[in-house]
C-alpha cells in the first residue's frame, strides 16, 4: 500500500548543498538519508514528496555541516497482511518464487504456488503442476495475497506469499479457469435449449 507519512528528523546539510536555496539543500539531503530505504514497521521510502517546516540552522563545533529540525512527508509503500498485490515473476528457484511488486521483492514458497504437486525445471526455470499441467515462468504476471511481513533496515525480502487462495494465481491461469467457466455455462445453456426443444417436438 501507498501512503503519505509524516516524520520529524533534526538533518544534517552537508557543506557541498549550502549555499544553495535552503529547501533544496534540505530536500537533497533527505534524499540522502532516507530514500529507497526501509524503516521498520514502515516500510520503504519511495520519495520525500514535501518539506512543512524548517527550523533555525545550528552550527556544531569541529562540524561544518548545518543542523535543521525538520518535519515533510515522504511517499512510502508499507506492504500490509493480507493485502492482494499483483506482481512479477523475476526469479524461480526450487524451493520459491520470487514476484516483484512496487519497490519489493516477496517470496512465494513452492507449497504456496498452487493445490497441486509441482516439479521445479532447472534448466528453463519453470515450476509446472502435475494434474493441471499450468506452467509458471520468470517474466509471468500474477496475483497473490501478503501472508507475512518482517521488514527491517538490513533485510527486504520476508514478506511471504501465497498464489493458492481462490481468485490468486498466474494471471494467465485465471484467464483461462474464467474461460473454461464460461464454456461450461454456454454448453449448460446449450443442452438446456435442445432438451426443451426435444419436449416440444415431442408433444
Excluded at 499483483?86 to 498452487?114: A, K
Excluded at 516439479?119 to 507475512?148: C, P, Q, W, Y
Aim: aromatic share 6%; proline share 2%; hydrophobic share 40%.
Amino acid at each position: 500500500m501507498f501512503e503519505l507519512v509524516e516524520f520529524k528528523d533534526t538533518i544534517r546539510v552537508l557543506p557541498k548543498y549550502l549555499g544553495t536555496d535552503i529547501n533544496a539543500s534540505v530536500k537533497m539531503s533527505l534524499a540522502d538519508k532516507y530514500e529507497n530505504n526501509i524503516i521498520n514497521d514502515i516500510g520503504v521510502i519511495l520519495a520525500i514528496s514535501s518539506i512543512n517546516t524548517i527550523g533555525d540552522g545550528r552550527i556544531i563545533i569541529d562540524d561544518a555541516s548545518v543542523h535543521y529540525d525538520i518535519e515533510f512527508n515522504a511517499l512510502v509503500y508499507n506492504p500490509k497482511l493480507h493485502e492482494v498485490i499483483i506482481g512479477e515473476v523475476v526469479d524461480i528457484t526450487s524451493f520459491g518464487v520470487f514476484v516483484r511488486f512496487g519497490p519489493i521483492d516477496g517470496l512465494c514458497h513452492v507449497s504456496q504456488v498452487i493445490n497441486d504437486f509441482v516439479t521445479f525445471d532447472d534448466k528453463s526455470k519453470m515450476l509446472v503442476s502435475r494434474e493441471s499441467k499450468k506452467s509458471l515462468k520468470v517474466g509471468d504476471n500474477i496475483k497473490a495475497r501478503i501472508i507475512a511481513v518482517s521488514l527491517d533496515k538490513k533485510e527486504i525480502n520476508k514478506i511471504n506469499l501465497t498464489m493458492r487462495q481462490p481468485g490468486l494465481g498466474a494471471i494467465s491461469w485465471l484467464e483461462d479457469d474464467r474461460q473454461n467457466v464460461i464454456n461450461e455455462a454456454n454448453k449448460k445453456d446449450i443442452k438446456e435449449t435442445d432438451k426443451n426443444k426435444n419436449k416440444k417436438e415431442v408433444k
